[in-house]
């Protein structure tokens, strides 16, 4: 034999024993679907944090479930595969995940730290995989920069559960667990979905799934609108007063945008008559969708614009503490040199406007 054959021969058996290591690695991390889709087959497949692998987000009826990519039910065949931090082993779910909206579900009774009133326009939640104590589970908040259960069991709920009232609160899609050993344990963000929610029944539904739901979508860069009357702004209205009432506008243009860090810019326009002009010697208040702590004080200070009587002056804005959030925004002007508070009846006049954004971090 050539010196030349022999380099081929060695060759030939060295490509043959990396054709039988790939096949085996392939087999060992890899299948293939009765679809002929290409799947994880073990939980060693390498993810980065926040990342998934065949999960899907499925809305039918008044059910939202977690599936694999083929819309079939997650099992020991079918796993849903969610990256973890700091290197740790994806988390493996293998067992069907659902919940329930609507009246008389899994999620009635609960209000997420809203007022019992109307929130028609669409809002934001977040899907949450977590390391439980036993098992692991899936989960949403209204936090997206979310990285723990909770610092308390009273900061989380499960299904069937109603006390869930805190903004704050991470709602669990399973039940039967203690939720006292579910306490700090880590979660990661891995998606993203939308609600309203109605007085009638207790009830959030789920808003239809488009392109921006689902697992690796986080609502960035969309835009949502604030709903009137909540937050303890007064019923039909976007603002507040302690003493009085809140006065009204003819244009409303309130929003607001939440980014996968948790930071969230809110911006605000209303101008003109538009009915009650207020009354009250307190201050008047535009509470904010989500608050930025649960600590009483003053944080974040914002530009804004005040005109009264067709005149318009410089002013500012600040969050102020309402225990247990800190959501509301009070209004300064700037007149003659002189700050003043807006009150309650600082706005009693037909051609008046309150013009402003402020960017805040949400509080956990």
Partial sequence: ????????????????????????????????????????????????????????????G?????????GNALSSSNPCLVG?????????FTAPVSTTFGAASDTDGNLFGISEANWADAMPWFLHAC?????????????????SSGAAAADMCQKGDEDCDDEGDMFIMASGLTLGDEVGKTCETVGSFRTTYATAGNAWTVTALTSQDGFGKYQENIRFLMSVGQ????????????????SEYTTNTYSYVVEKNGNIQVDFAFSDDGGDEGSGANYLYLPLPIGISKTAGSYLSAHAIIQNNSIAYPGYCFIVGEIPY?????????EAGVSTSLIGN??????????GSISYKIGS
């Fill in 346 to 355: 600082g706005q009693n006049n037909s051609d008046r406007a309150i013009i």
């Fill in 62 to 70: 008044s059910t939202l479930s977690i599936v694999g990519s083929d």
């Fill in 231 to 246: 937050n303890s702004a007064e019923s039909g209205k976007y603002f507040g007063t302690s003493d009085g009432t809140a």
């Fill in 1 to 60: 034999m050539t010196i030349k054959s022999k380099v081929l021969k060695v060759m030939s058996w060295a490509v043959g024993a990396v054709l039988v290591a790939s096949v085996a690695w392939a087999a060992t991390y890899w299948r293939v679907d009765n679809y002929g889709n290409i799947k994880a087959a073990r939980s060693s497949v390498l993810l980065q944090a926040g990342e998934s692998s065949n999960c899907k987000l499925q809305y039918s």
């Fill in 326 to 334: 800190n959501r509301r925004l009070r209004f300064y002007y700037i």
């Fill in 131 to 147: 390391q439980g104590n036993t098992k692991n589970y899936f989960a949403f908040s209204r936090n997206p920069a979310r990285i």
């Fill in 84 to 92: 973890m931090p700091n290197g740790a082993a994806p988390l493996e």
